[in-house]
């Protein structure tokens, strides 16, 4: 693999994708790679077949690697499990894949990997200042990038709006649990998306999920300051965003040492002028 190549990883609750992405474009160098998610969906289970997703791909230990998942994830400690097995709750979930799979890994949500993904390749491509990514699904996943930095964890699919969990209501998830026509939903959507400009301001919302086929339905209808657009790697925005996100992680980390072994030749140098006066 070039130097150009991460790999990401997206672990949902039935099944597990992989694929190498190549850093200056977002696309897949090669087929992406599905082992359905084990069940029980335990960290030992999960652990071993994102270890085989990786493995698929062979990479060097140079390649940068990014884990999506399903839940809060805060300094690699999962925090909320969401489609997997609570026992995941409380777990390091860096150091468990890397035990498994022998490479260091990068961690994040899977909304926010989403979202970075869409940042980078996606619909936001190019843009600047705040953009505010959505999941329309089950629930309501949330992302937000600020200048090119990537706030974590948003979980304002939560956000209590009229007394009601917002993605009780305005999921796409809604339309089936209150028999909600194209137009009840819209409504229920205009308030959220209100309430998140009215907090945030964003300059650009982006809508992702499989309802977001047939934004024609539905996007036109809202009436936001901001543009709100559909979101274009779909269902490869989570593998997308966590290979970005680990290659940004891995080039960070290198300035780190460098700027440490810099500084360090500096005070050595210092000791040593400061002896020869002496």
């Known amino acids: 693999m070039t130097k150009n190549i991460a790999i990401g990883v997206d672990i949902g609750g039935t099944g597990i994708k992989a694929a190498p992405v190549n850093l200056k474009n977002g696309k897949f160098t090669d087929d992406r790679y599905r082992i359905p998610t084990p069940q029980p969906s335990t960290p030992d289970a999960i652990a071993r077949t994102v270890a085989k997703v990786i493995a698929k791909f062979n990479p060097s230990k140079k390649v940068p690697i990014g884990v999506a998942f399903p839940g809060v994830v805060q300094h690699g400690i999962v925090k909320t499990a969401a489609n997997v097995d609570d026992s995941w709750i409380g777990t390091d979930l860096r150091a468990i894949i890397r ?46 990038i600020v200048d090119g930095t990537l ?23 809604a339309r089936d649990r209150y ?26 919302f982006i ?66 002028k400061a002896s020869s006066k002496a």
């Open 99 to 144: 035990d498994y799979a022998g490479h260091d890994v990068h961690v994040l949500n899977d909304a926010d990997a989403a979202g970075y993904g869409e940042y980078k390749f996606g619909a936001a491509n190019g843009r600047s200042g705040s953009i505010f990514m959505t999941t329309l699904g089950t629930g309501i996943g949330t992302a937000m």
């Open 151 to 173: 706030v974590p964890n948003l979980e304002l699919g939560h956000l209590i709006i009229d007394g009601h969990d917002a993605e009780d209501r305005a999921a796409e998830s």
């Open 179 to 204: 028999g909600y026509d194209w137009d009840q939903w819209i409504e229920q959507l205009q308030t959220y998306y209100s309430e998140i400009e009215r907090l945030f301001w964003p300059d650009l």
């Open 207 to 272: 809508v992702g999920g499989g309802v977001s086929k047939s934004h024609h339905m539905f996007l036109p209808k809202l009436r936001l300051r901001a543009p709100i657009v559909p979101a274009e790697l779909l269902n490869g925005a989570g593998i997308v965003g966590a290979a970005a996100a680990a290659a940004a992680e891995a080039k960070r980390e290198r300035e780190e040492e460098k700027a440490a072994e810099k500084a360090s030749k500096k005070q050595e140098k210092a000791a040593e």
